[in-house]
């Protein structure tokens, strides 16, 4: 079992930085390939970035592509995605999300095993 938590999101102005964070518990964390995904109202769930269990491959979305990136710190068992250069159709509900094998390609929410309750990201113009 693993359970995850997303914190970071807030209020920004366009062009404006942000920093999640999802805090994960559970003793194959470690493990786990991590997949951030965000949902705006209305739409469907859509795949923003994935990393590898050790963090050494990642994979981002081309709507994000050279603004977002995803780590990890292993020894916190942490998964970052870092917001740059922000637009106010990144407004979404950003969730976090584990499953057991990372894969060098764009993933659909139902390869996911676990999800984080989600944090609101919203940019204002």
């Known amino acids: 079992q693993v359970q995850l938590v997303e914190s970071g999101g807030g209020l920004v102005q366009a062009g404006g930085s942000l920093r999640l964070s999802c805090a994960g518990s559970?003793?194959?964390?470690?493990?786990?390939?991590m997949g951030w995904f965000r949902q705006a109202p209305g739409k469907e769930r859509e795949f923003v970035a994935a990393i590898s269990s050790g963090g050494g491959r990642t994979l981002h979305a081309d709507s994000v592509k050279g603004r977002f990136t995803v780590s990890r710190d292993l020894a916190k068992n942490t998964v970052y995605l870092q917001m740059n250069s922000l637009k106010p159709e990144d407004t979404a509900v950003y969730y976090c999300?584990?499953?057991?094998?990372?894969?060098?390609?764009?993933?659909?929410?139902?390869?996911?095993?676990?999800w984080g309750q989600g944090t609101q990201v919203t940019v204002s113009s």
């Open positions: 999300a584990a499953r057991r094998y990372y894969y060098d390609r764009i993933p659909s929410p139902s390869e996911y095993e676990y």
């Open positions: 559970g003793r194959t964390f470690s493990s786990y390939a």
